[in-house]
C-alpha cells in the first residue's frame, strides 16, 4: 500500500480548508439574503385594528403577497384577491406590502404568511394573537345592611377575556386579600369567565364605604374597568350631650343636647338627673333637655340615654350653673365692669380738682382787695387834718396819748 508524500498530504488538507470556508461562507450570504421577506408577530384587542407589514432589502420586480391562516390570498402586490371590507391596503412597493384588518375578531387569531414568487418561493410568518377584552366586572352578595360585628361576602365576576383577567379588590385606596381567582373556560369559545370572592368582618368605619373590584388584563389601561358596592353598616349609639353654652347663668335659659352617633339614628331618648328627680323648670324634648331658668339647685350630674335597633348607649353631663352677680367667670363682664369704675373714679377726681380751683381762685381774689387797707395807731386822725403840718402834730398827740396808757403787772 502506497501512502502519499509529506508535499502531496498538506497539499490535501489545504483544499479541505478552502472548501470548508466555502461552504461557511455559502450559509452566511443564504442567511443575509436580500429577497427573504421579513415580517413582525402582532397582538391586538378584539374591535382593533391590525397592521400586517412584509419587507424585502432589495427587489428582482417579483411580487410580495399576504395569505390568511387559511391560505387564502388576501393581496397580490396591489390587487385584492379577498372581498373582505376589513381588510384594506395600506402600501404597496417594489420592497415592502403592508395591509390593515379592522374590527378584529378572535376567529381572526393564527398565522398569516408573506411570500415573494422567486426562484425558489420564499416566504415568511406573522403571528396575530388577539386579546378577548373582559366585560365590566359585576358585584353581588350584598343586599341588605349589616350589624356591626358582621361578616359580609361579595362576589365578583367578569367574563369574555382572553387570555384570563385577574380581579382586584380595594376598599379606597387600599388593595384588599381576597380568595384565589376562579377561572372557567367559556364552552365553544376561546375565552374565559373569572370569579373572586371577598369575605368581611364589618365595623362602624365600614359604614358607607366603598368596595371596588378591578380588573387587571393587557387590554386594558388600568382602572378601565372597575365596580363599586357601598356597604351599610348599622351599629348602637355613641352619645355625647352638648351644652348651649359653656358658662351656664343663674335665671338664664338653657338647654342640653344628646347627641347619638348610630346607624340607624336613635329612636328615643331617656334624660335623668343623678342622685335625684330632674328639676321641676326642666322640660324634656326629645334629644333637648331644656331649662326654662336656671337656678342652683339645677346643679348636678345629668345622663342621657339613646336607644336604636341595634342596642343603647349612655353619656353625662356635669352642669355647674353660674351665680349671675359673679362676673369673675365672665371676661366680658369683668371689661365692663373695669371700665364703669375707671369712669367714676376719673370723674370724682375732676370734680375734686375743680373744687380746688375755684378755692383758690377766691381766696387769690380776696388777699389781693384787703392788701394796704390796715391803719396803725399811730397815724389815727391824721385823715381828717386840713395840712400836713397839722397832720403831724395830730399824730404826735396821738403818741402822747399813748403815753398816757400805762400797764401795771401785780
Known amino acids: 500500500m502506497a501512502f502519499p508524500s509529506a508535499p502531496s498530504a498538506l497539499w490535501s488538507v489545504s483544499l479541505l480548508t478552502v472548501l470548508f470556508a466555502a461552504a461557511v461562507h455559502s450559509n452566511i450570504a443564504f442567511d443575509e439574503d436580500p429577497l427573504q421577506p421579513v415580517t413582525t408577530d402582532e397582538t391586538v384587542s378584539v374591535g382593533g385594528t391590525v397592521t400586517l407589514t412584509c419587507r424585502v432589502a432589495e427587489s428582482d420586480n417579483s411580487s410580495l403577497q399576504w395569505s390568511n391562516t387559511a391560505q387564502q390570498t388576501l393581496y397580490f402586490g396591489e390587487k385584492r384577491a379577498l372581498r373582505d371590507s376589513r381588510i384594506q391596503l395600506y402600501r404597496s412597493t417594489s420592497t415592502?406590502?403592508?395591509?390593515?384588518?379592522?374590527?378584529?375578531?378572535?376567529s381572526d387569531e393564527g398565522e398569516y404568511t408573506c411570500s415573494i414568487f422567486t426562484m425558489p418561493v420564499r416566504t415568511a410568518r406573522a403571528t396575530v394573537t388577539v386579546l378577548g377584552v373582559p366585560g365590566k366586572p359585576q358585584i353581588s352578595g350584598f343586599e341588605n345592611a349589616v350589624p356591626e360585628g358582621g361578616k359580609v361576602t361579595l362576589t365578583c365576576i367578569s367574563t369574555g377575556s382572553k387570555p384570563p383577567a385577574k380581579l382586584i379588590w380595594y376598599r379606597g385606596d387600599q388593595e384588599l386579600e381576597g380568595r384565589p381567582n376562579v377561572v372557567e373556560p367559556v364552552p365553544d369559545d376561546p375565552t374565559y369567565n373569572?370569579?373572586?370572592e371577598l369575605t368581611l368582618e364589618v365595623s362602624r368605619s365600614d359604614n358607607n364605604a366603598l368596595i371596588t373590584?378591578?380588573?387587571?388584563?393587557?387590554s386594558l389601561a388600568p382602572g378601565d374597568k372597575r365596580s363599586e358596592q357601598a356597604l351599610r353598616v348599622l351599629y348602637s349609639p355613641i352619645v355625647e350631650i352638648r351644652p348651649a353654652?359653656?358658662?351656664p347663668r343663674e335665671g338664664e335659659k338653657f338647654y342640653l343636647q344628646c347627641v347619638g352617633n348610630s346607624n340607624p339614628e336613635p329612636a328615643s331618648y331617656f334624660w335623668?338627673?343623678?342622685?335625684?328627680e330632674l328639676p321641676p323648670l326642666a322640660k324634656v324634648d326629645g334629644a333637648f333637655l331644656r331649662f326654662e331658668m336656671l337656678n342652683k339647685s339645677d346643679n348636678g350630674v345629668?345622663?342621657?340615654r339613646a336607644d336604636n335597633i341595634i342596642?343603647?348607649?349612655e353619656g353625662e353631663y356635669t352642669l355647674l350653673v353660674q351665680d349671675a352677680a359673679d362676673n369673675i367667670a365672665d371676661p366680658t363682664a369683668m371689661l365692663s365692669?373695669?371700665?364703669?369704675d375707671h369712669a367714676v373714679i376719673g370723674g370724682v377726681v375732676a370734680v375734686i380738682v375743680f373744687i380746688l380751683l375755684c378755692l383758690l381762685i377766691v381766696l387769690g381774689r380776696y388777699l389781693i382787695r384787703h392788701k394796704g387797707t390796715y391803719l396803725t395807731h399811730e397815724a389815727k386822725g391824721s385823715d381828717d387834718a386840713p395840712d400836713a403840718d397839722t397832720a403831724i402834730i395830730n399824730a404826735e398827740g396821738g403818741h402822747s396819748g399813748a403815753e398816757d396808757k400805762k400797764e401795771y403787772f401785780i
Not at 373590584?213 to 393587557?218: M, S
Not at 335623668?272 to 335625684?276: A, F, L, S, T, V
Open 96 to 106: 415592502e406590502l403592508s395591509i390593515t384588518i379592522a374590527d378584529v375578531q378572535l
Open 302 to 304: 345629668y345622663h342621657c
Open 213 to 218: 373590584c378591578a380588573v387587571d388584563h393587557p
Open 272 to 276: 335623668e338627673k343623678k342622685d335625684g
Open 337 to 340: 365692669s373695669s371700665g364703669v
Open 194 to 196: 373569572v370569579s373572586s
Open 311 to 313: 342596642g343603647s348607649s
Open 245 to 247: 353654652n359653656d358658662l
